[in-house]
Nanobody, 122 residues
Framework: QLQACGGGLVQAGGSLRLSCAAS????????MGWFRQAPGKERDFVAS????????IYADSVKDRFTISRGYASSTMSLQMNNLTPEDTAVYYC?????????????????WGQGTQVTVSS
């Protein structure tokens, strides 16, 4: 099971920090990542990270604003989101990858959290 939290309502330019915890220690050997889905749109890649906290990958739309992190071989990860815009409004999902490093692809993820809503007002 994956548990994501930290979503909420924030004004444009504000910040939020999302967290995700995996109940199984097996996630500590796998890459993890965040995806988001806005109403009526596909679930898109946001950021991913390797099992050791390295190998971070970001979508171009969030690069330099969002920071993904996790401890070495940890089953928890965070997403610090700064300078939020209304275009960041979506349900954010955390996921565990099938391999040791993260991926941009949904098909590379084997477990998903329930999602947490992020709403950015203009």
């Amino acid at each position: 099971q994956l548990q994501a939290c930290g979503g909420g309502l924030v004004q444009a330019g504000g910040s939020l920090r999302l967290s995700c915890a995996a109940s199984s220690r097996t996630a500590s050997n796998n890459g993890m990542g965040w995806f988001r889905q806005a109403p009526g749109k596909e679930r898109d890649f946001v950021a991913s990270i390797g099992w050791n906290g390295g190998g971070t990958i970001y979508a171009d739309s969030v690069k330099d604003r969002f920071t993904i992190s996790r401890g070495y071989a940890s089953s928890t990860m965070s997403l610090q989101m700064n300078n939020l815009t209304p275009e960041d409004t979506a349900v954010y999902y955390c996921a565990v990858a099938r391999r040791a490093y993260g991926s941009r692809s949904r098909s590379d993820c084997t477990r998903w959290g329930q999602g947490t809503q992020v709403t950015v007002s203009s």
